[in-house]
T-cell receptor, first 115, second 115 residues
């Protein structure tokens, strides 16, 4: 079975400060990990993914995430948050040993960046 | 190019009625996924179409839910005898092929309200 946890329902940060959105996962094999962002009344937009290779993955809009196998984490980070980063963020995982390609999503973390 | 499109964008129906939701994947994408997102929650996998293979229906919550896809084109999700608990945003995604590392590209969703 595969599962994802996003322990924070909401993260508040001041504009210009670093932003971190936490994600931990559980899989029986090795994971493929994804981050998506959802703006109000819009679908999910892909930010970045970890498949293999470097643990630090860089993605869209200045976001990056670090894969940490020992801590089973894949936290999303941005060095300097913008007000426009305010949105709902989802972490997702797929176990490479699992049949089928469906993703398991976390419950989402709402990010509020204040001016 | 065009992304994933879904119609209608909003649907209000009465309890007990049937509804059909449509998804047009990105042209040439082999795999297509349906998810449900209840208010304030993460995405729940419903069904996955993988080319000409049998679909993975493991996420369908009841026999009132069904989906079809003709070849590699349009998919229709049908909910029969709708219940208030079916109220949610229904999201569709597609990927170029069935490889597990593929990024899923999402449509804007259909917001369903069952009165």
């Amino acid at each position: 079975a595969q599962s994802v946890a996003q322990p924070e329902d909401q993260v508040n940060v001041a504009e210009g400060n670093p932003l971190t959105v936490k994600c931990t996962y559980s899989v029986s094999g090795n994971p493929y990990l994804f981050w998506y962002v959802q703006y109000p009344n819009r679908g999910l937009q892909f930010l970045l993914k970890y498949i293999t290779g470097d643990n630090l993955v860089k993605g869209s809009y200045g976001f990056e995430a670090e894969f940490n196998k020992s801590q089973t984490s894949f936290h999303l980070k941005k060095p300097s948050a913008l007000v426009s980063d305010s949105a709902l963020y989802f972490c997702a995982v797929r176990d490479i040993r699992a049949a089928g390609n469906k993703l398991t999503f976390g419950g989402g973390t709402r990010v509020l960046v204040k001016p | 190019g065009a992304g994933v499109s879904q119609s209608p964008s909003n649907k209000v129906t009465e309890k007990g009625k049937d509804v059909e939701l449509r998804c047009d994947p990105i042209s040439g994408h082999t795999a297509l996924y349906w998810y449900r997102q209840r208010l304030g929650q993460g995405l729940e996998f419903l069904i996955y179409f993988q080319g000409n293979s049998a679909p993975d229906k493991s996420g369908l919550p009841s026999d009132r839910f069904s989906a079809e896809r003709t070849g590699e084109s349009v998919s229709t999700l049908t909910i029969q005898r709708t219940q208030q608990e079916d109220s949610a945003v229904y999201l569709c995604a597609s990927t170029p092929n069935t490889g597990g590392t593929e990024t899923q590209y999402f449509g804007p969703g259909t917001r369903l309200l069952v009165l």
